[in-house]
């Protein structure tokens, strides 16, 4: 609900279908929209997608739940270069395994802009994450005028464990996943260099986590990229930014002896450093 508001306070509104009950996606969809699905499509749904996909100017938004794995959907990912690993992605400290996962978000100005304003920006995404593998300039795809291009990546710190459902995770280089791990993907298919192009390209943006969703473990950055990556599917790049920050106050707890450091340093030791400027200053005017 509280994402369905965020969309709708950007003109964009989200309507459920059932594609179960349909033969085609309605020609006025201006994109479609597949969140954590916890069954697979089967081919006769699939061929619905493709079919939309193909589509000059489509725009899909594919969020996956790593707890689910449908098979069929991707399928269709893989077909243009993105893949879902059967990974978890963690790192273990002190003992104790961390899945809460800092990452930061990428840019690529020559394909899309959808973190124009939150390149190198960091964030933290909770719950259950998967890494997904993102087939960069592959030929395979770059003959199709495929391209797709990671969005998000992990903080080097963490692995893609493959042995997720043992206790005491260790990084094994043979059967784990090594850093770079991307936890979200952008891809084109046609020519989105092309302003004359543009219009004709179908876009679609792939996201490994569905647990920011929940908006007790989202951020205002992971907000805002939510909103940039729909305005970018359909096409509204003008609208695309980060939103305005509200103002905050924060509580400082501080200890007895942090206290009395800082009452020294304010009596003290900050007027001193500034007496000692004050004499610098007039013995250089002098000499």
Not at 128 to 154: G, K, M, Q, T, Y
Not at 168 to 195: Q, S
């Amino acid at each position: 609900a509280v994402q369905r508001r965020h969309l709708q306070r950007q003109n964009i509104l989200l309507q459920p279908l059932r594609i179960s009950e349909m033969d085609t996606i309605p020609e006025n969809a201006e994109g479609v929209a597949i969140v954590a699905p916890e069954y697979d499509l089967d081919e006769r749904e699939m061929q619905i997608v493709q079919d939309y996909w193909l589509r000059p100017g489509a725009a899909l938004l594919v969020i996956l739940d790593p707890l689910y794995r449908p098979r069929n959907l991707q399928s269709f990912l893989r077909q243009h270069g993105v893949r879902m690993r059967d990974d978890r992605i963690i790192t273990v400290r002190n003992g104790q395994r961390i899945s809460e996962v800092p990452a930061t978000f990428t840019f690529a100005p020559e394909l899309n802009r959808i973190n124009a304003e939150l390149r190198g920006k960091a964030t933290t995404f909770d719950g259950v994450s998967a890494s997904l593998e993102v087939e960069e300039s592959a030929d395979r795809l770059v003959n199709r005028r495929i391209l797709p291009v990671p969005l998000i990546e992990a903080s080097p710190r963490f692995w893609g464990e493959t042995k997720y459902t043992e206790e005491n995770p260790d990084f094994n280089p043979v059967e784990d996943t090594r850093p770079p791990l991307y936890l979200a993907a952008a891809v084109t298919r046609g020519n989105p260099g092309e302003n004359d192009a543009a219009p004709q390209t179908s876009r679609m943006v792939v996201v490994s986590n569905s647990a920011f969703l929940n908006p007790q473990n989202q951020y205002r950055e992971q907000r805002d990229f939510l909103g940039n990556s729909a305005h970018w599917l359909l096409g509204r790049e003008e609208l695309m930014g980060i939103g305005p920050q509200p103002v905050r106050n924060y509580k400082l707890n501080l200890v007895a002896e942090e206290i009395a450091f800082v009452n020294r340093f304010n009596l003290y030791l900050l007027p001193a450093l500034f007496l000692l400027i004050g004499l610098f200053v007039a013995h250089s005017r002098r000499s």
